[in-house]
């Protein structure tokens, strides 16, 4: 017998970024002095805004490839074009430390992505060690759906290796768990708006 299987919630995507992308963004990200946290929803002390057009067009041009399999999986998915021109909205990079952490939250615009641009060991560590069965220490968490019904799964988490990048729409809430580790992590979020 042949069974189909169905699934269902936002279209939703994880890849892992260029190493080239991932050093350069990095290196511009850490040049970076705007405090960005009084637009932000994280207990994070340093979130900072990448203000300059260069580093814009940088980014916009080397996230391309990535928006594009966005939209092909998204078009599939859902039986319809969703969108043909994107402009980037917001592009901040957070350096997450121990006891910091992102509650519940959905992102301004219509696409929202995630990029991790360092993630040291000792999370990965701190993870393997831990008692916790969901995702553990530095787990991001995405939410859709109700979590009453035991016939449905409404979460989905992911420990977040340095180079991975994961795609949604922005009003998909998330949220991310603290670890211990004295350390920091650092990752980059953002929000494009569909242009009509």
Request: proline share 5%; net charge negative; with cysteine.
């Amino acid at each position: 017998m042949t069974y189909l299987y169905y699934s269902w919630g936002p279209p939703f995507i994880a890849d892992k970024i260029d190493e080239k992308f991932r050093k350069e963004l990095l290196d511009r990200g850490l040049k970076l002095n705007t405090d960005f946290r009084s637009e932000l929803a994280g207990h994070i002390d340093k979130e900072n805004e990448y203000t300059l057009d260069d580093d814009k067009k940088f980014f916009v041009e080397n996230m391309q490839k990535h928006i594009d399999d966005f939209k092909t999986h998204s078009d599939l998915y859902l039986n319809k074009v969703m969108f043909t021109e994107l402009k980037l909205k917001k592009l901040w990079i957070n350096f997450m430390k121990k006891g910091e952490f992102n509650p519940i939250h959905h992102h301004g615009g219509d696409i929202s992505f995630v990029i991790y641009l360092d993630v040291p060991e000792k999370i990965n560590e701190e993870q393997i060690m831990s008692t916790d069965k969901n995702g553990g220490p530095g787990a991001i968490y995405f939410i859709y759906g109700d979590p009453a019904n035991n016939w449905s799964c409404n979460l989905q988490k992911f420990r977040p290796k340095t180079g991975d990048i994961f795609i949604f729409p922005a009003n998909l809430g998330h949220t991310v768990a603290p670890f211990r580790s004295d350390v920091t992590r650092i990752s980059v979020s953002g929000n494009f708006e569909i242009i009509k």
